[in-house]
């Protein structure tokens, strides 16, 4: 049973994950920025997770997310940023997928997006990125939460394509 920090939807979301990646006998990566790190460490609860998961970037500041991670300069609350951020996941980590997020976590707006305003871009499998735009509610924890949740969901998507 996985125990992370974020409850037992994620803890579920986990072992699917697991499962996905088992049955596909691949490797992830992530990108985020508006989660902290939160959604690497959600995953390295899973089971074995030290045989399929590369690692995680936290790229919280834009200069990371331009210099290391090739986004394009400007706003980074951007679908072509996540996109950028999924790419580079890969490239740098090694992972046969990724998923990659950037967002408003709030409580206040940036970039003209309302808080909880968030794109997510999965990427793998000879496949240009898939990106998707979220306007998720409540106080910053609980975008956290939403986010990581959405995350998973979409690799886990991407990965049984």
């Given at each position: 049973?996985?125990?992370?920090?974020?409850?037992?939807?994620?803890?579920r979301?986990?072992?699917?994950?697991?499962?996905?990646?088992?049955?596909?006998?691949?490797?992830i990566?992530t990108?985020?920025?508006?989660?902290?790190?939160?959604?690497?460490?959600?995953?390295?609860?899973?089971?074995?997770?030290?045989?399929?998961f590369?690692g995680?970037?936290?790229?919280?500041h834009?200069?990371?997310?331009y210099?290391?991670?090739e986004?394009?300069?400007?706003?980074?609350?951007?679908?072509?940023?996540?996109?950028?951020?999924?790419?580079?996941?890969v490239?740098?980590?090694?992972?046969?997928?990724?998923v990659a997020?950037?967002?408003?976590?709030?409580?206040?707006p940036?970039?003209?997006?309302?808080?909880?305003?968030?794109?997510?871009?999965?990427?793998?499998?000879?496949?240009?990125?898939?990106?998707s735009?979220?306007?998720?509610?409540?106080r910053?924890?609980?975008?956290?939460?939403?986010?990581?949740?959405?995350?998973?969901?979409?690799?886990?998507?991407?990965?049984r394509?």
């Open positions: 049973m996985v125990e992370s920090a974020f409850g037992e939807d994620v803890d979301l986990i072992e699917e994950l697991f499962r996905a990646v088992e049955e596909r006998g691949c490797t990566s990108a985020e920025s508006l989660t902290g790190g939160q959604l690497a460490a959600a995953i390295a609860a899973a089971p074995q997770a030290g045989r399929w590369r995680g970037i936290v790229a919280y834009p200069e990371v997310k210099d290391l991670l986004a394009p300069r400007g706003p980074v609350v951007t679908p072509e940023t996540a996109a950028a951020m999924a790419r580079s996941a490239e740098l980590l090694g992972g046969e997928y990724s997020l950037t967002g408003v976590g709030g409580p206040e940036s970039e003209g997006h309302p808080p909880g305003t968030v794109y997510l871009a999965s990427y793998g499998g000879a496949a240009e990125p898939t990106i735009l979220h306007r998720f509610g409540g910053p924890v609980e975008v956290m939460e939403q986010t990581i949740k959405a995350a998973l969901n979409e690799l886990i998507a991407r990965i394509e």
